[in-house]
T-cell receptor, first 111, second 114 residues
Framework: DGGITQSPKYLFRKEGQNVTLSCEQN?????MYWYRQDPGQGLRLIYY???????QKGDIAEGYSVSREKKESFPLTVTSAQKNPTAFYLC??????????FGPGTRLLVL | AQSVAQPEDQVNVAEGNPLTVKCTYS??????LFWYVQYPNRGLQFLLK??????LVKGSYGFEAEFNKSQTSFHLKKPSALVSDSALYFC????????????FGTGTRLKVLA
């Protein structure tokens, strides 16, 4: 987990509510990623960002939004358009090499 | 389509025995391959990677993996399993050159029995 912080550890969402998951890193890594983990499905890419003020959609971006205003931060908003948000969300970073490093995750539950 | 497959949902092995967790891939170009481990309610921890060079890659905690280009496989191995190795293991591949997107297998749960 190292220098990657995800908060909160657990998050509860009411129907129709937008919620934001935080990802902060002090590793000075350029790239940041958001993945969704569901049982039996592995990790699926939601959004990624190679540099500040730039990001790209992953495979399952619908119902999610991100921003990358600072190198250290890559928050993920789960909007009300995401009808099945219950999952474990993982943030990852990458410096200039190939290896990704993961944060501890946030578990999102729907009330 | 580019993909990563982990054909076994679960692998059981007795403590002290060798273990193998299988991974096969289908990507265009030279593959960049990774293994990660996940303990319950935690993030993924990097174990090892293959980029180029020797087909046998050594990583953390005594794990190693063998790259086999002809069989498009990258199986994870350890000579002697520990109970503490019990966890969820993911194989991943980076897609093509010029992109830093990765795809992950569905994971294999390793259970080491005392």
């Amino acid at each position: 987990d190292g220098g990657i912080t995800q908060s909160p550890k657990y998050l509860f969402r009411k129907e129709g509510q937008n919620v934001t998951l935080s990802c902060e890193q002090n590793l000075n890594h350029d790239a940041m990623y958001w993945y969704r983990q569901d049982p039996g499905q592995g990790l699926r890419l939601i959004y990624y960002s190679q540099i500040v003020n730039d990001f790209q959609k992953g495979d399952i971006a619908e119902g999610y939004s991100v921003s990358r205003e600072k190198k250290e931060s890559f928050p993920l908003t789960v909007t009300s358009a995401q009808k099945n948000p219950t999952a474990f969300y993982l943030c990852a970073t990458r410096l200039s090499g190939e290896t990704q490093y993961f944060g501890p995750g946030t578990r999102l539950l729907v009330l | 389509a580019q993909s990563v497959a982990q054909p076994e949902d679960q692998v059981n092995v007795a403590e002290g025995n060798p273990l193998t967790v299988k991974c096969t891939y289908s990507v265009s170009g030279n593959p960049y391959l990774f293994w990660y481990v996940q303990y319950p309610n935690r993030g993924l921890q990097f174990l090892l990677k293959y980029i180029t060079g020797d087909n046998l890659v050594k990583g953390s905690y005594g794990f190693e993996a063998e790259f086999n280009k002809s069989q498009t496989s990258f199986h994870l191995k350890k000579p002697s399993a520990l109970v503490s190795d019990s966890a969820l293991y993911f194989c991943a591949v980076r897609l093509g050159s010029g992109t830093y997107k990765y795809i992950f297998g569905t994971g294999t749960r390793l259970k080491v029995l005392a």
